[in-house]
């Protein structure tokens, strides 16, 4: 196994704060996929080992070293004497579940990919699972899922849902079209702020700017102050917009630290509906988690039905049976086969949607009655795919 010639792991360095967007990516393509195409054809725990054994493959291995003859110790000269031509110790050791581990640490050398420029809730979100990692700004989500694929990133952290705004339903559908997998989420309280242009009082603003997201977030305060909303990319994004057109009647609805960053005042503070304005984010990865049952974990599923009656019940029933919580639930129309024609009648004929379902249920895969409820589910799904298998945030 060329593991050491093939590694995927060297990528040209990005500039910090310089942004993934589609160009950047094609042009990028510098980095040596051959190992990662060669990941994709083997079974998905073996890609894992791969993943790992490859970095580990950076460090010299033993034979490439010059030997030292010098001082043979009383152990070399004991394993010679018993007929090993090695040290067993100098042995590459076993893959442990610790080398496998869940747990983000704090970090450190971890690139995540976002979408949004520096000061977004996104990259908020990507600092609170990895307090030390270096944050990646990307154009649009896609670009972040690009990201992870081209190795050019380790990880992405994407907005799924708002308990507000409710479903992020584009990275729900990108989640389907990409082969990334959930590794972990972070839930955080959204705190809104009305910023303007230093000196601007709050009365004065005709307009503000900011994600649909947000907008939709603070709608009664937008509505108390009769302003007119424009849709921008991402929060931070919008109160860089008004620092670079510098008119004193646009605001920006962004975070404290956005106003920090660019320079703006904070006219008001907490604007969101909603006091405790949660926003959920996926982890997102090339490789799978082990899933772990030493603490609360939750399964992300996709799945789509055959068509008749009860289907779905049947397909909630399994893990109803098995006493197992869901905590989300999502449908997404089904892009390639939209519309189904049921002809049962001389009355013409009925047409209806096809859809993708999305769950999020509390339990691991390593726990028998998922294992189940997933087996059982199989019976009668016709397409299934587990997105991921991840620890629950329960640090709000
Ligand atoms: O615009 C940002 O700052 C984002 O990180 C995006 C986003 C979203 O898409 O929901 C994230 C959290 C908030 O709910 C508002 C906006």
């Avoid at 424009?230 to 860089?240: I, L, P």
Wanted: aromatic letters at 6%.
């Amino acid at each position: 196994m060329a593991l050491r010639a093939a590694s995927p792991i060297w990528i040209s360095p990005l500039r910090p704060h310089s942004k993934v967007g589609e160009s950047d990516l094609g042009l990028r393509r510098c980095v040596d996929l051959r190992c990662y195409w060669d990941l994709e054809r083997l079974p998905k725990w073996e890609c894992c080992c791969l993943s790992v054994l490859a970095q580990r493959a950076i460090t010299p291995v033993e034979d490439e070293k010059p030997v030292d003859t010098s001082g043979a110790t009383d152990q070399v000269q004991d394993t010679q004497s018993r007929g090993f031509h090695k040290d067993l110790n100098l042995l590459p050791k076993p893959l442990s579940a610790t080398d496998l581990s869940s747990s983000p640490g704090n970090g450190a050398q971890v690139r995540v990919a976002y979408q949004g420029i520096p000061g977004a809730y996104s990259e908020a979100a990507a600092l609170k699972a990895y307090p030390k990692c270096e944050t990646v700004p990307c154009d649009q989500f896609e670009a972040a899922f690009k990201a992870v694929e081209l190795w050019l990133v380790d990880k992405a952290v994407l907005p799924i849902e708002n308990s507000v705004g409710g479903s992020i339903h584009r990275n729900y559908d990108l989640l389907l079209r990409h082969r990334l997998h959930i590794v972990g989420e972070v839930q955080m309280i959204v705190n809104h702020c009305l910023l303007g242009l230093p000196g601007v009082q709050k009365d004065e603003l005709k307009r503000v700017l900011s994600h649909p997201q947000a907008l939709a977030q603070c709608e009664m305060t937008l509505n108390k102050l009769g302003i007119i909303r424009v849709s921008a990319d991402d929060t931070a994004g919008a109160a860089q917009m008004v620092v670079a057109n510098g008119e004193r009647d646009t605001g920006a609805i962004a975070s404290a630290r956005a106003a920090d960053i660019y320079g703006l005042n904070i006219l008001l503070e907490k604007i969101q509906d909603d006091d405790d304005n949660i926003t959920r984010f996926l982890i997102l990865a090339r490789e799978p988690l082990i899933p772990g049952s030493d603490r609360p974990h939750k399964t992300s599923i996709v799945f789509t039905l055959e068509e008749g009656p009860g289907m779905l019940f049947k397909a909630l029933a399994v893990f109803a049976l098995r006493d197992i919580n869901l905590t989300k639930m999502e449908s997404r129309p089904q892009r390639k086969r939209p519309l189904r024609v049921v002809d049962d009648s001389n009355k013409g004929s009925a047409r209806y949607f096809d859809y993708l379902f999305y769950i999020d249920f509390d339990a691991s895969m390593a726990e028998p009655r998922a294992q189940h409820a997933l087996a059982h589910l199989q019976e009668f799904a016709r397409f299934l795919r587990v997105l991921g298998c991840y620890p629950t945030d329960a640090t709000l």
